[in-house]
Nanobody, 123 residues
Framework: QVQLQESGPGLVKPSQTLSLTCTVS??????????WTWIRQPPGKGLEWIGF???????FYSPSLKSRTSISRDTSKNQFTLQLSSVTPEDTAVYYC???????????????WGQGTQVTVSS
């Protein structure tokens, strides 16, 4: 029922800001107690967690990316966004949005994912 869809430019110039939007349907981004998350996968590498925005609006970012990352939301559109500034070719990746939930008492799970969107940083 819950669906997530990433959107935004697929090509970004070095030093510019990468900006992506995740549109959520079938559920509200303000519903307790979900975390709305950005994750990326560089070519040939594993998944890298970027950060999340909580159901109540607070944010938390990967320490390695914190200085360049901003996640925000528009509750009227049921969307949350990623802005990654000062990008370099190393930021080239498939970017995913996902919902984080808790299963049982001891397990975290990303239960819904967008299809991913390729972002290439190149001049």
């Amino acid at each position: 029922q819950v669906q997530l869809q990433e959107s935004g430019p697929g090509l970004v110039k070095p030093s510019q800001t990468l900006s992506l939007t995740c549109t959520v349907s079938g559920g509200s981004i303000t519903t307790n107690y979900y975390f709305w998350t950005w994750i990326r996968q560089p070519p040939g590498k594993g998944l890298e967690w970027i950060g999340f925005i909580k159901y109540e609006g607070s944010t938390f970012y990967s320490p390695s990316l914190k200085s360049r990352t901003s996640i925000s939301r528009d509750t009227s559109k049921n969307q949350f966004t990623l802005q990654l500034s000062s990008v370099t070719p190393e930021d080239t990746a498939v970017y995913y949005c996902a919902r984080r939930d808790r299963q049982g008492w001891d397990t975290l799970v990303y239960d819904y994912w967008g299809q991913g969107t390729q972002v290439t940083v190149s001049s």
